[in-house]
């Protein structure tokens, strides 16, 4: 009997992705029968701490889901990554809060890294207003998350030299949902913008993934948030360009050229390639489980991956995600006006792949170390 795992579980969804995917993206948010299913197999789990009820999964196994996920769609693959990544947020918070906060079966965070709000310490907590973009999921959060300059009477608070940042934490009636998602890639997943007004937010539902130490021992909360957001991005990416290339091959075989009465896939610059998509998604997915599989192993024996380890995997990261869009890019020419039309499947996955890419952990621009004079 095969053995029942989340990975094992999702192959199982296919037929219940597909059948609201157009639904998704006509309405710009994850269908509600998609997210119960997240739910029902704990994907939104995966990495909260077990003692709050999560599954606190190794990286490289849940990278496995992550491009599982997104192999079957990539609105879908990028809202499994992205809710199950709120997990890693109760290793920060005090167990109270994050007992709170994360106990419930469905829970699940939206929110935003940038310092787009301003938080007021007063006594107890803080009041807090800002307005923040891109928050995946905001239509079915049961918490928000989002990240806020810190001041005390009006005047900025400083860690160091740099202003002090801190994440605030948001019950859903206190948010503010502007449906400004309106994208040509990964439309189904409602990364709207969320605005609060003056909420007062307990001390003990803030926190700091930079400067605040994780509450938690095991070792997924010992490597650092920047790594695992880069090398899941990166595991959607690789999802959505292996369906991409599914659903090429798939037009390849139907697509008929006139010129010389055959299918597409019968053409040798066709099978060329198809042949070179596949074997650049191959090798960016050796990198990508090497490297998660060498940082992985290093927080689990000595507790982390030194920096030349670290900065080895972000360069990794970006330039695998380049790879993917470029063995793809090459397919689009072939693809003819499918690869314009709204509602191809191939089409669908390579804006996919693109939306994905531009996201800042993969950019090309993480790697630079400041303006340039």
């Known amino acids: ?18 059948a609201h995917r157009d639904d998704g993206r006509r309405a710009r948010r994850l269908p509600q029968p998609l997210v119960d299913a997240i739910n029902e197999h704990g994907l939104f789990r995966l990495w909260v701490p077990q003692r709050y009820g999560g599954h606190e999964m190794p990286l490289p196994e849940a990278l496995e889901i992550y491009e599982a996920a997104a192999r079957l769609d990539g ?19 005090p167990p109270a809060g994050a007992r709170a906060l994360f106990s419930a079966r469905g829970a699940v965070v939206a929110g935003s890294g940038a310092a787009g709000g301003v938080a007021d310490r007063i006594s107890g907590g803080y009041r807090v207003r800002g ?9 079915y959060a049961t918490i928000f998350t989002a990240n806020c300059r810190v001041t005390e009477r009006g005047q900025p608070v400083l860690a160091g030299t740099e202003p002090l940042i801190r994440a605030m934490a948001f019950d859903p009636k206190d948010v503010t949902i502007h449906r400004t ?25 803030t ?11 095991g070792p997924l909360y010992r490597i650092p948030f920047g790594t695992l957001t880069e090398l899941p991005v990166s595991a959607v990416a690789l999802g959505i360009a292996q369906n991409a290339l599914a659903e090429f091959a798939a037009l ?12 597409l896939a019968r053409l040798a610059a066709v099978q060329d390639a198809m042949r070179a998509a596949r074997a650049g998604i191959d090798q960016a997915r050796r990198t990508l489980y090497q490297h998660a599989r060498l940082i992985w192993d290093a927080a689990a024996t000595v507790g982390q991956a ?29 693809a003819g006006m499918n690869a314009l039309q709204i509602d191809d499947a191939f089409a669908i996955g390579w804006r996919d792949l693109e939306a994905t890419a531009a996201h800042y952990s993969v950019s090309p621009l993480c790697l630079s170390s400041g303006p340039q004079a």
């Not at 307005?131 to 239509?139: I, K, P, T, V």
């Not at 926190?207 to 021992?217: G, N, Y």
């Not at 990794?316 to 020419?333: E, F, G, K, M, T």
């Open 1 to 18: 009997m095969a053995e029942d795992t989340p990975l094992s579980r999702l192959a199982g969804l296919a037929p219940l992705v597909r």
């Open 75 to 93: 609105s879908f693959g990028w809202s499994v990554m992205i809710g199950a990544g709120g997990g890693l947020f109760a290793a920060y918070l």
């Open 131 to 139: 307005r923040w973009r891109y928050a995946s999921g905001a239509e």
């Open 181 to 205: 998602w309106n994208t040509s890639g990964l439309r189904a997943t409602g990364s709207h913008d969320i605005e609060v007004s003056d909420v007062f937010v307990p001390a003990g539902e």
């Open 207 to 217: 926190f700091s993934v930079i400067t605040d130490s994780p509450r938690e021992s």
């Open 252 to 263: 390849a075989q139907s697509k008929r050229v006139a010129a010389v009465d055959a299918p």
């Open 306 to 334: 030194d920096r030349g380890a670290l900065d080895d995997c972000t360069r990794a990261c970006v330039h695998q995600v380049r790879s993917l869009v470029a063995a793809i890019a090459d397919l689009v020419p072939l």
